[in-house]
């Protein structure tokens, strides 16, 4: 492919947040022709990816995500099987309907913030602070 042509495109690759028309392009798109093809999709709404397309869809669009609040449940079920498999957030997420592997990534990296935290500060564990 001619290297002007490809700089051309990758200059009008759209990058950040998603306008209205952008996300009702791709809603229709999915209803259309279901959540698949997303190179495809992307020649459909201009200026964003087969990839973008693809992630905006699993991550935000999807009537199926669920985005309210965690439960305690949620997040025991996180941890329990963050200790089992590592950071499989894939896995994990097929136990928790509706959340998507990386909202479950992004909780439990959040929770461990949390509750490392000491009003405000951040406090990190090192060897030197561990009994072995």
Not at 23 to 41: A, F, H, Q, R, Y
Not at 53 to 65: K, S, Y
Not at 79 to 106: C, D, H, M, P
Request: charged letters at 30%; glycine letters at 6%.
């Amino acid at each position: 492919m001619d290297q002007k042509l490809i700089k051309n495109q990758i200059e009008n690759i759209k990058k950040g947040s998603w306008d209205y028309q952008e996300d009702e392009k791709l809603i229709l798109w999915v209803k259309k022709n279901g959540p698949s093809n997303w190179s495809l999709c992307a020649e459909t709404i201009k200026c964003r990816t087969g990839k973008q397309c693809r992630e905006r869809w699993h991550n935000n669009l999807n009537p199926n995500v669920k985005k309210g609040n965690w439960t305690k449940e949620e997040d025991d079920n996180i941890f329990q099987q963050y200790l089992q498999l590592g950071s499989s957030w894939s896995y994990i997420a097929k136990s928790l309907k509706g959340r998507t592997e990386n909202s479950v990534k992004n909780r439990f990296y959040s929770t461990v913030r949390k509750m490392l935290s000491d009003n405000g500060k951040q406090t990190f564990i090192t060897d030197s602070n561990c009994q072995q």
